[in-house]
Structures are given as structure tokens and as C-alpha cells.
């Protein structure tokens, strides 16, 4: 497949040079030896290894998802090529320390170049992405003794990695974890329990799989304080980093799933007995941080997983609609309601308004969507790198804000651009032939895994827009109004428009916020907390659009004019969506809490 009904190297150009100014990075101490030339380099190889590697056999593993015989678990042989195509392109270590062998590529950067794997195939970059969230874990909290042992092996691409959180009983609600670790006079562990939803928990990609492991030590308090993380590998691995024996985490079975189909998804059983290291049961765990700090440290990894969830969304949403316009444009269908020629040749489907609607609802959606992505992967170079103290932790402040709308809405918008490709192909696109139902089966997932839809709001309602006394919410409100501002004076009467109406939305949000709370009950705050979810994603997204049309401002061309059109629709069409969300959130209304399940 081209790279070009992947993603649009255009866009990725725009967002990251004339957008987000991605070489004023250069001028900070990490990313001295990077230019422009060298990001522009590794954005091409991106594109080249996706097209090339990833894309030809997306089909292949959606049709011939992975087995399970008993014993060992089988994955088409095109997964492990590609994978091996990327670590050896230096591509699993491309934004960690030069020091474990990175490149030390700015986050935004890295993730721009991801993107072009997940848009090829999200199935086979899943195995990737685990690794390297994994691996960024163990660097940022491991010992010194854990990283040498575990990290070099996955940046070299012949371990990965996994989070293992959920489990059957328990699913989402981590205060319920019940798998235990009994303390050991080695000072390892051994872990008895199961987990659910496993992705890469078994495969034979590589020669070790290293499981990160949420387990409550023995004595430990109830809920969530009383939980620990433990490295528990598929084979234990000495002191000097070689690998011994079958450690006891077993297969119980994979989950079938709608899309996503390539990623094996799993059930694991630690200490059932089946292997018997060192003579004894139990999986062979490792402490990874504080003990009772397992949760604050695997955020680690469920931050950068959350928003990897998001970027996977956003390309999903991305080539869903190239191919959309792809077809649209070579498709001839009907005439021009004005045209008085019975004879006359049928036009290109783009001539309908119907199909431009669907078009440029799903441009705004998807380009919307990577930018919301690339300026997050921005604030966390900025909360690392920036030479100010003062904003380093504005941006890691913002940064908490926006991931809870970063995972939840392209989850949502790409999500919804993919039903429109489908559509725009008419009867086609529900054929697996045309490929755009296997996209929208897969981004499927992405409201669902690294917390659904439903706890992203009421982490953004309950925590993020309200900590410190509504820090959070002052915080993005301070961003945008730099951009309303901006937009005010740049001499535009279409930009000054926008910028009204993006100030109303604004003002909408936080009023609302603050109505929702003023019982002090957070049963009744939170009960709308999807609607609050919802209508902050809308803001957030037009602010990114306002913010991307002052960049597009004053230059000329078709690429130009589809940003106008694109942030035009997004603002006049779906910014007046947030109205009537915002009046449930702020009227209070309590038909979630009052509702009789037996009468559902």
C-alpha cells in the first residue's frame, strides 16, 4: 500500500514545523544533535518500513488471527519480520537516553513516526508499543541492576513487554487485584493469580516476554494503597542476564476479539503450578519501586499507553478517510441536482454535497485527532526539556489534564470518521474487500482497553479538571485564551469569529464545572461525567483547530484552503454540540442515580 493513504506527509509537516515548531527542540541540550534533516529523515523511514512491512499483511492477520494448540501460541510469520523490521531500525529506543542505546528523539517526533505504524497495521505495532511503554517503566523506576538486565534485550527487539492489570473478577476496578506475592528470602517474589485481557502475553515473537505485574504483597492493605508491581518474566533471568527456567506464568487461553485481531489477547495464570521454577510454585516476581506504590508506578506505563490508545485511534481514523477520499474521487455516481441532461456522464461522488459533508466532517475529526496527539507528545518534551522550571510543570501540568481527552476522543471522533469511510464507500465499504470494515472494527477497541470511555470522564471530572482547588481547569482555560487572544488581534474577521465562538464554548465549560460540583456530592457531580468528557474534548479539539488555523494563517494553496475548511467545519458544525451537554452537566440532572436498574 502507498504511504500516501496512510497518513498525509503534508499534514505531519504542517503540525510539526510550521505548527509546533518542532526544531526549537533542537536548540535544548537533549536533542542537540537532531535537526530538521534528521527528524524528516527518520519521519520517511517511518513511512517507508510501514508501507512496506506492516501494511501487506494487516488483512492476513485480521483473517488468521492468532492459535492457540495447547502449548504454543501461532502468529503469522509477516508479524515477527516486521517487528524485527523496526527494532532494527533502532526504532524501540528512537526518543529513550543515548546511554541504553536511543536516539534520543523528541517525544513528538517519535510519535509522529509511530503513527505510521499504527495506521498500517495497529495490530502488529501493538507488540512494539507494550515494549517500549514497558521498557520507558523500567528506566524511569527499576534499579540500576533491573534496567541493565531487562531493558538492552527489549530495545534490541529480542524481549517485549506486557502490563498486566485486569483480572477476571475485577476488570477495571484495581482495588480489587487479588493476585498475591508472597515475599521470598532471595528478596524476589512469587506471585499466585490470574489476569485478563493480556495483550502480547504469549507468542513466540522473541526469546522472553517480561510481564509487569500489579499483585498485592502478603499483609497489605485492601485497595489500591496496598498494591505493588512486580517484573515476572516469561523465563527468569539470572544476575548476569541470561535466561534459566520456564518461570510459572501459563496460558489459560486467548480472547477472540471483533478487531484488533493480530494482537494476541490473553488469559495468564501465575503460580498455578504448571512450572515449577527453582522446585517450587509460583511465578518468579521482582519488586519494581516502593513496595505499595505498584499503581503510581505502573501510571508510568498507563499514561503513555493511554495516549498511544488515542494516537492508534487517530490513524486508525486517518487512513480510514484517505481511502475514503481515495474512492471518493474515482467513484462516478449520479449527476448535479441541477443538471437538466438525463445523458449526460455521471460525476465523481466528491461533486455531492452529502459526500463533502461526510468528507470534511471526517477531515476535521482525524487531522483534529493527530494534532490533539502530537501537541500532547509536545507538552511532555516541554515538561522534561524546557529550560524553565516555571514551564516544566505547566506543561506536565497541562499534560495531565489533556490525557484523559487525548485517550477518549479520537477514540470517539476517529472512531466515528471510520463509519463515515464506510459510508462514503456505500455497499462496498461493508465489504471485506475495500478493507475500511476491518479499520472500524479495530479502532473499535479503543474506547474500551486502557480505561474506557466512562473512567476517562470521571478521571477528567473527578481529579484532573477540579485538583487544586480547579488548578487543572484554570490551567487549560489560561491555553486556550492564549490562542483566543491571538486569534482576536490577527486582523481576521473569520479567525475573530471563531475565536468568539470558541470563547463562548470555553466559558460554557468551565461555568458548567463549576455548577456540577457545587452540591460537594461527587455522586451527583459525576453522574454526568461523559457529558463533561464529551463537551471538554469538543473545546480542547477546536482550541487545537483555532491554534492550527493561525499557523495556516495568511498562506496560500490547496493544502491551506483544507485546513480553513476543515477548522470551519469543526467550529461552526461541532463546537455548538457542547451546548446542550453542558446544560446536563451543569443542571445536575440525576436520571443515572435515580433510575431503577430492574426497570432498564
Known sequence: MSPDLLLSRRDLAFLLHEWLDVAELTTRERYAEHDRESFDAVLALSAELAAEHFAPHNALSDANEPQFDGETVTIIPEVAKAVRAFADAGLVSAAMDAEVGGGQLPHVVQQACFAWFQAANVSTSGYPMLTMANANLLLAHASPEQVARFVPPMVEGRWFGTMCLSEPQAGSSLADVATRAVRQDDGTFRLFGNKMWISGGEHELGDNIVHLVLARVEGAPPGVKGLSLFATPKFVVGPDGALGERNDVTLAGLNHKMGFRGTVNTVLNFGEGAHLPGGAPGAVGELVGEEGRGLAVMFHMMNEARIGVGAGAAALGYTGYLRALDYARERVQGRPLDGKDPAAPPVPITAHADVRRMLLASKSYVEGGLALVLKAARLLDDQHTHPDQ?????????????????????????????????????????????????????????????????????????????????????????????????????????????????????????????????SGDPQVALANATYALEAAGHVVVAWIWLDQLLAAHGKQGAFYDGKRAAGRYFLTHELPKVGPLLDLLAGGDQLFNEVDPASL
Open 390 to 518: 516555571d514551564e516544566r510543570e505547566r506543561a506536565g501540568r497541562l499534560l495531565d489534564v489533556l490525557t484523559p481527552i487525548v485517550k477518549s476522543w479520537p477514540s470517539q471522533w476517529c472512531l466515528a470518521a471510520n463509519d463515515l469511510a464506510i459510508q462514503v464507500h456505500g455497499g462496498y465499504g461493508y465489504t471485506r474487500e475495500y478493507g475500511v470494515e476491518q479499520l472500524y472494527r479495530d479502532n473499535r477497541l479503543n474506547p474500551i482497553h486502557e480505561g474506557t470511555h466512562g473512567i476517562q470522564a470521571l478521571d477528567l471530572l473527578g481529579r484532573k479538571l477540579v485538583m487544586d482547588g480547579g488548578s487543572g481547569l484554570l490551567l487549560l482555560k489560561d491555553a486556550v485564551d492564549d490562542t483566543i487572544g491571538r486569534a482576536g488581534d490577527a486582523g481576521d474577521r473569520q479567525l475573530k469569529e471563531h475565536a468568539f465562538r470558541l470563547a463562548g464554548g470555553l466559558e460554557s465549560l468551565v461555568r458548567s464545572v463549576g455548577q456540577a460540583w457545587q
